[in-house]
């Protein structure tokens, strides 16, 4: 990863990184790596840190940091590529997250209330992903997260704690369910797909719930990232160990949001099919359907999805578009038009990922948080639970006016 710091006159410094996803869409900003097979696999970062240190920086020097469009818009400029593949869109977001850093520094306030402009009121309810799908020994799981949302919290620290319950019982759960065997920990730090049947898995996800005691408390959620499982030729998806059609997907996914109550759905069709999304947004009424790499925080394709009647709204990862200015554009057009901007961590993630700076500062009422295993991941609910400790009077968003079901 590159990481970047924007050092101010008086000495406020902002620290800037951008992650990269597991699941990658095809129209995000360009992730620039040295493909140098003898240092990190290909996967090493040097060319984005000279374009910081070598081109960047001395367009950006004596800029203003409290003008973050200008920023952004001037390195947009440098790049000259609609997709950051001159400098690396790895390159130009760690500046713009440590340019806003240092605004929020050399105002002497954490950023989320830098980007508030006011004292905190709520924090976002934290979604948990606790089974991972994808291609695994003896199975292929089409869809990516399973997910849980605890609706019913009374506060943010008890929703942490449903979560990280749950999490630990259904362990528990399928190892029984596996006649004994313990589940894996998938590449998401979520348990491995115990089947290929979604249904299965909602099942054991719900024994671990009303073991928990938090039965018509959590609700389910769903990343399906269908892209990974869409067979272009013959336009068909993967379920069950069958390839179905859209149509078919739909009427299954429709059939799971009446049994089980899904607060979203992401990601349910390819990123490319357009005719079939507004099928399915006409179809699935029990549960809020959201696009991700079908949108990858990108303004135009949002704006096309609203006319076309296709999703409830977008999964908001400022890294997909490359800047936060850009990102920003995209989360005011979904709230000036009716439509749910959800921030997400990424898989390739980071300690202290600005997603979370956004999610209390712009109010979000739900977001992505991932397992609760790992390092960046338990940040993000730390995170949570302290800007909630510091801010007199903020409570956790009552998001029961928003569920379908």
């Known amino acids: 990863m590159v990481e970047v710091d924007v050092i101010t006159e008086d000495g406020s410094i902002g620290t800037g990184c951008a992650p990269t996803g597991s699941s990658v869409g095809m129209y995000e900003s360009y992730v620039l790596r040295d493909n140098d097979p003898k240092e990190y696999h290909g996967l090493s970062v040097h060319k984005a840190v ?212 899904f607060v979203f759905i992401e990601d349910l069709l390819d990123e490319n099919d357009w005719e079939s999304y507004p099928k399915a947004h006409q179809e699935i009424t029990r549960t809020i359907l959201l696009g991700d790499d079908f949108i990858v925080t990108n303004i135009d394709r949002l704006k096309r999805a609203y006319e076309l009647q296709a999703i409830d709204g977008f999964i908001l990862k400022p890294n997909q578009v490359g800047t936060i200015t850009e990102a920003l554009d995209t989360y005011q057009f979904a709230k000036e038009h009716g439509m749910f901007a959800t921030p997400s961590g990424r898989s390739g993630g980071v300690v202290g990922d600005v997603v979370m700076d956004l999610a209390v500062g712009l109010g979000i009422p739900f977001i992505k948080n991932g397992a609760p295993r790992s390092g960046e991941r338990i940040d993000k609910l730390n995170f949570l639970m302290r800007a909630c400790d510091t801010s007199p009077g903020c409570r956790l968003a009552d998001i029961t006016p928003l569920l379908r079901f």
């Open 50 to 261: 000279d374009n910081v240190n070598r081109k960047i920086a001395p367009t950006l020097v004596g800029m203003d940091v409290h003008d973050l469009a200008a920023i952004d818009h001037k390195m947009i400029d440098l790049d000259g590529t609609k997709d950051k593949h001159h400098l690396g869109g790895n390159a130009i977001y760690s500046v713009s997250i440590a340019a806003v850093r240092a605004a929020a520094a050399n105002s002497c306030m954490p950023l989320y209330r830098y980007l508030a402009q006011k004292d905190i009121e709520t924090v976002p309810v934290p979604s948990f992903n606790i089974v991972n799908g994808g291609h695994y020994a003896t199975l292929t799981q089409p869809f990516n997260e399973f997910i849980i949302t605890p609706y019913g919290a009374k506060d943010i620290y008890q929703a942490v704690e449903m979560g990280v319950n749950t999490f630990q019982e259904l362990e528990k759960v399928i190892t029984k369910y596996l006649g004994g065997t313990k589940p894996e920990v998938a590449p998401s730090y979520g348990y491995a797909a115990p089947s290929e049947d979604p249904e299965v898995i909602l099942e054991l996800i719900q024994e671990a719930i009303d073991l928990c005691g938090y039965t018509g408390k959590i609700g389910f959620a769903f990343d399906c990232a269908s892209s990974e499982m869409y067979d272009k030729d013959s336009n068909t998806y993967l379920l069950k160990g069958k390839r179905i059609s859209a149509d078919e997907l739909i009427a299954y996914a429709k059939k799971l949001t009446e049994k089980f109550n």
